[in-house]
């Protein structure tokens, strides 16, 4: 357990923080979810959305987000054909 204040409130900003983006990151888990088995615009919009957003949180690095967004493009377009 922290013993000096900084490190008790930086254990309460780093619990804070972990729940915050363990909240996000099933958001974002939920979303590409959705769009991958709905396979419809809408869906894919709204996939997109939240990837950008976890990325520019930093939750996921840029790449990654170029990925998901990559793959989730070329289901749609697989499934439309």
């Known amino acids: 357990m922290p013993i000096t204040s900084s490190a008790k409130k930086a254990l309460r900003q780093s619990e804070s923080r972990r729940v915050k983006n363990r ?19 809408d869906a894919l919009s709204a996939a ?8 520019k949180k930093g939750l ?3 790449n990654k987000a170029a990925r998901m967004k990559s793959r989730l493009a070329k289901l749609l377009s697989k499934s439309s054909q």
């Open 23 to 41: 909240a996000w990151k099933d958001k974002l888990k939920a979303a590409v979810k959705k769009a991958g088995v709905e396979k419809s615009p």
């Open 48 to 55: 997109y959305k939240i990837i950008d957003k976890s990325a």
């Open 60 to 62: 996921i690095k840029k």
